[in-house]
């Protein structure tokens, strides 16, 4: 897409239609993660991104496009660009709006800003030390699109407005590092076999999974607001909740 033209249905048909990557989430769960994400921006944001959701959903599918594997990776071992690259598109984003760009431009470059989010909050995006990977992150990936689609959603709270992004989305990456080990051990547990028949609801597997999609939905949820706010615009809900506090159970997903 070419940033602030007019969106044509060809346009948004093909930028709906893109392939899965080898791993992590799916297209339709990035969607799905930057949707349920939006309605938890603030009031004048979401009513905005929901004029333009067809340049979000367009943002947020972009970056399946791009054949650069550094992309979707960030490594302990300094492997990988997807580290600058969400911090990136977050300053993007607040440069669009200070700079008034038209909102389409905007909601797009909102939806790469939710993409390489949820991509921090997959652990095989951030880790590679397992010598099985190659055999499972494909299947993990299916995994984690079945779960999404019945995870019961739930929000963690926003950070501090004056918190450096830098902080938060180190944080992230540092959360699904923690989590990446519990995802070879389930598929040994298992014997590698496909992880939508070998793993119940129960598993550490789904818990993973779980925990993978609301932390991304938090995170980009955070990273809506930041971008609002760093950009000069307001947010007067009150008792909004606040990370570490009580979690907030969200409704049924939201409709792209």
Do not use: K
Not at 5 to 11: D, K
């Amino acid at each position: 897409m070419c940033p602030g033209r007019r969106l044509t249905p060809i346009v948004l048909a093909a930028a709906l239609a893109l392939p899965a990557a080898a791993g992590g989430w799916t297209p339709e769960s990035q969607r799905a993660i930057a949707f349920d994400a939006a309605r938890l921006a603030p009031p004048d944001l979401y009513r905005q991104l929901r004029r333009n959701r067809q340049a979000y959903a367009i943002g947020v599918g972009e970056p399946f496009r791009d054949p650069t594997p550094e992309h979707r990776f960030a490594n302990p071992d300094g492997s990988g660009r997807l580290d600058e690259l969400v911090e990136r598109a977050i300053a993007d984003a607040v440069r669009s709006i200070e700079s008034h760009r038209p909102f389409n431009e905007v909601a797009y470059r909102l939806g790469l800003v939710a993409h390489y989010l949820a991509l921090a909050n997959d652990p095989l995006a951030c880790d590679d030390r397992d010598p099985l990977e190659p055999r499972f992150a494909a299947d993990f990936s299916r995994y984690l699109d079945s779960v999404a689609g019945r995870a019961r959603r739930v929000f963690y709270g926003f950070r501090p407005p004056d918190e450096p992004v830098a902080s938060w989305v180190a944080g992230a990456f540092e959360r699904s590092r923690r989590l990446y080990p519990l995802v070879g051990r389930e598929y040994r547990r298992v014997d590698l076999r496909p992880g939508v028949t070998a793993f119940d609801d129960r598993s550490t597997a789904y818990a993973v999974a779980v925990l993978a999609y609301n932390h991304a939905v938090t995170d980009v949820a955070q990273a809506l607001r930041y971008v609002w706010l760093a950009a000069g615009g307001i947010d007067e809900r009150p008792g909004l909740p606040q990370a570490g506090g009580t979690i907030l159970h969200l409704p049924s997903p939201a409709a792209p």
